[in-house]
């Protein structure tokens, strides 16, 4: 019986041994980072030790801070530990990640301020987290396009942190009320752009721009192209205006139109300038085509109503508008007859259905006449008929 007892013992002894080398028992003690670790995209190839160090395999302190155990690693350290492993080139080889991440941050705005020893700015767990860490395709990731903005904010739109900085804390709420946040609020498909897109993830820019200011170009190429056309081209970039914010601003980029030709130009030009004078005539060109073709669009309406059969007008009003959506992008060459001609193409289409429609509408309208006095006919002719039965009766 004795012997058996000590059998089962030894046994059971042995099965917690053999789990206890599996068994990672820092999470006895530290469940906090255990729970947030299990999401973590490091949760497959790293443990805790892999980055505190320590030994894993006892319940028992001191012994479990032992073997090398690092404890906290501090927010100066952070940096070049998360490098240890992203900027080595051998370990991230399996994994087909790039390498780049700490090279570009130390260029970065952040990055150069943590090299002369603030630690305020941005480091790799403020964007990342140090025990959750998702990938950016994960819908609960500070690093989701959906959520970049608010990562960025946490520091970007707290005023005690940015006032040492003299930095703007309006940026997060002017990217808010631009047309990129909203359109990505609403589910665009399109590629807008959140924080990370026009400053880099990383680095000070994205690749192949160099300046942020001149990021929109990525999206916007036909409208940088007729820019290049422009004599704002050279001169607002030389007179230290970015090239596109000079007129539609950094972050509260808005939805724009003719209104912007009333506004923008005189921030910079006289009143009664070359260039106030082209402001105002392409100003003159937009809104002559806006009001003939809103009139057009008014038009159909009507004869949809009487019912007239309006497929060929309304595929005659897109061609219309579609000429006023094209000059929207030339406009930045500021060449006012180049404008003209396509403004010009949108208004004679917009007159001509009108005209069009009109003339139908008339005929309709006559013909209409013509059949209420056929039935003022008839119905006199029964009346009268009866009248005469009853008369004759
Ligand atoms: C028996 C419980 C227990 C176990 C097991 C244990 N710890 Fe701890 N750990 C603690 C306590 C208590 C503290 C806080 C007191 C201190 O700083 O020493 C702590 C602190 C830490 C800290 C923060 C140190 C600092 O500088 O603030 C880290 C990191 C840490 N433990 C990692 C680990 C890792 C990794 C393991 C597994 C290899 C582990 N611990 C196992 C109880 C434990
Ligand atoms: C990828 C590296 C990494 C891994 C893996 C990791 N940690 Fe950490 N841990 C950090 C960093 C960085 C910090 C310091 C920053 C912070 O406090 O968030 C930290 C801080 C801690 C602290 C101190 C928390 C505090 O608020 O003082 C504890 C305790 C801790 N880790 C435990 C663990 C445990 C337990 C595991 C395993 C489940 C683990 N860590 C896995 C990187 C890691
Ligand atoms: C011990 C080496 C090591 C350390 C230290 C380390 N990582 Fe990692 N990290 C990896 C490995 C390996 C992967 C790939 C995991 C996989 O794909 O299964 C990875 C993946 C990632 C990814 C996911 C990339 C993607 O989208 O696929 C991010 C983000 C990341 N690490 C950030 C960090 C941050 C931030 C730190 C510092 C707090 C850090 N890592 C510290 C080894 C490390
Ligand atoms: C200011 C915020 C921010 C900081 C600081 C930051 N990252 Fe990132 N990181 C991002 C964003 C945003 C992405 C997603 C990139 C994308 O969508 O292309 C990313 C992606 C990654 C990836 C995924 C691999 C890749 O290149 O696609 C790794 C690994 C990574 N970061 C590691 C780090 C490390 C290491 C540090 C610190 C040296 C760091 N990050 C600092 C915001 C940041
Ligand atoms: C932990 C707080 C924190 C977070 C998170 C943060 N920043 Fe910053 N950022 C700062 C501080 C502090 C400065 C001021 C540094 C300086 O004066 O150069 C700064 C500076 C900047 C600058 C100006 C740098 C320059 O070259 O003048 C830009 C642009 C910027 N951050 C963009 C971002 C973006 C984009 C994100 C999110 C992806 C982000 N930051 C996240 C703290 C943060
Ligand atoms: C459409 C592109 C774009 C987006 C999106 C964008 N920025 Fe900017 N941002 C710029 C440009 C352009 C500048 C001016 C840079 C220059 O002149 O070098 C700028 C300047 C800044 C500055 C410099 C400080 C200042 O007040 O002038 C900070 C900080 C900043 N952005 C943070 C952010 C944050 C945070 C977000 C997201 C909420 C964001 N930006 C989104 C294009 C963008
Ligand atoms: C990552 C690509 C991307 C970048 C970078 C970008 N945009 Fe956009 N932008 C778009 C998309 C897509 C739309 C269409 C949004 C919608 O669905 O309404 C848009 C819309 C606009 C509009 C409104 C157009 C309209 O007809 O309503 C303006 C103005 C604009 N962007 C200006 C800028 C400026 C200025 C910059 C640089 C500071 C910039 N964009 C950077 C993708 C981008
Ligand atoms: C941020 C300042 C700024 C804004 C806003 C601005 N311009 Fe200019 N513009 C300039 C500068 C600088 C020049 C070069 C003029 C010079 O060298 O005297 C210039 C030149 C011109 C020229 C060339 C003729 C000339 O006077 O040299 C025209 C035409 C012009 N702008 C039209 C416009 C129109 C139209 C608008 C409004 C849509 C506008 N500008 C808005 C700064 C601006
Ligand atoms: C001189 C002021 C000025 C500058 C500089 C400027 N824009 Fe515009 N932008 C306007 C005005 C005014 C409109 C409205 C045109 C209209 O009525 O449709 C406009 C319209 C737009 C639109 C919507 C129509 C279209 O083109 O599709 C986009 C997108 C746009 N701008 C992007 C840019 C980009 C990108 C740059 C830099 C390469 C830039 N803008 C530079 C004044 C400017």
Redesign the pocket.
């Known amino acids: 019986m004795k012997t058996i007892s000590a059998l089962l013992a030894m046994l059971a002894l042995d099965l917690l041994g053999s789990a206890a080398q599996a068994q990672n028992y820092c999470k006895i003690c530290h469940s906090e980072q255990e729970v947030e670790f299990r999401d973590s995209v490091h949760r497959e190839e790293l443990s805790c030790v892999s980055c505190h160090g320590g030994d894993a395999s006892t319940s028992e302190l001191p012994q479990a801070h032992t073997k090398g155990f690092r404890g906290k690693i501090t927010r100066t350290q952070i940096p070049a530990f998360c490098a240890g492993c992203h900027a080595d080139r051998e370990q991230m080889r399996p994994y087909g990640l790039s390498t780049d991440q700490y090279a570009l941050y130390q260029t970065s705005g952040h990055g150069r301020k943590f090299a002369q020893g603030d630690a305020e700015v941005a480091i790799c767990t403020d964007c990342h987290q140090s025990h959750r860490i998702l990938s950016r395709d994960h819908p609960q990731s500070p690093i989701h396009r959906q959520h970049i903005a608010a990562t960025c904010g946490h520091c970007h739109a707290d005023a005690e942190r940015m006032r040492p900085y003299g930095l703007s804390v309006g940026v997060v709420a002017d990217y808010e009320a631009s047309v990129h946040a909203q359109a990505q609020r609403q589910g665009s498909a399109a590629r807008l752009p959140s924080c990370a897109d026009c400053h880099g993830s990383h680095g000070a820019a994205p690749p192949g721009v160099g300046d942020v200011s001149k990021v ?2 990525h999206c ?1 190429r036909q ?2 192209e007729f ?1 290049h056309l422009s004599p ?1 081209f050279k001169t ?1 970039a030389a007179s230290g205006y970015g ?2 914010a ?3 601003s950094n972050h509260r980029i808005l939805e ?3 209104e ?2 009333a506004s ?2 005189s921030t910079c030009h006289e009143a009664g300038s070359e260039a106030a004078r082209t402001g105002e005539q392409i100003l003159a060109l ?1 809104s002559q085509a806006q009001a003939d073709v809103a009139q057009a669009r008014e038009t159909i309406a009507q004869a949809r109503q009487v019912p007239l059969a309006v497929e060929d007008y309304e595929q005659r009003l897109r061609t219309a508008s579609t000429y006023l959506m094209e ?3 030339l ?2 060459t500021l060449d006012a007859a180049a404008v003209e001609e396509l403004t010009r193409k949108s208004r004679s289409v917009a007159q001509e259905l009108e005209t069009e429609i009109h003339e139908k509408m008339e005929v309709f309208e006559g013909r209409r006449l013509v059949v209420a006095l056929i039935w003022l006919y008839l119905l006199i002719t029964i009346l009268a008929l009866q009248y005469y039965k009853r008369w004759s009766r």
């Open positions: 929109c170009m916007h409208t940088r820019f704002h607002l090239e596109c000079a007129c539609h724009p139109g003719p912007l030709w923008t130009c937009f000059a929207g992008p406009s930045h």
